[in-house]
């Protein structure tokens, strides 16, 4: 059975800074970040490709966020600097078969791990 486990949410002030992590049970996947805020649809966040060559940004993170990944350890990260309120949302990750997927083609998912940011 695929699990994705994320971590390393909470809450944090405006301007900080977290790092999510996500362990992953396969691997040979491009991964992605998407996230829920309350009331809103889930979006692309960022997607690193299984050789981690190859990253996407959504412009409303680009410059503060970094996703990289270790392959030795099944890990995809996402750095989160410069934190905003409307940073605020469930973080997912997801596994896909290609960096380019669109969200609706990712295979797998974990259950999310809660990001507040307070102003």
């Known amino acids: 059975q695929v699990q994705l486990v994320e971590s390393g949410g909470g809450l944090v002030q405006a301007g900080g800074s977290l790092r999510l992590s996500c362990a992953a049970s396969?691997?040979?996947?491009?991964m992605g970040w998407f996230r829920q805020a309350p009331g809103k649809e889930r979006e692309f966040v960022a997607a690193?490709?299984?050789?981690?060559?190859?990253?996407y940004y959504a412009d409303s993170v680009k410059g503060r966020f970094t996703i990289s990944r270790d392959n030795a350890k099944n890990t995809v990260y996402l750095q989160m600097n410069s934190l905003k309120p409307e940073d605020t949302a469930v973080y997912y990750c997801a596994a896909g078969r290609s960096v380019l997927s669109r969200m609706n083609e990712y295979d797998y998912w974990g259950q999310g791990t809660q990001v507040t940011v307070s102003s």
């Open positions: 396969v691997s040979n996947y491009a």
């Open positions: 690193i490709s299984w050789s981690g060559g190859s990253t």
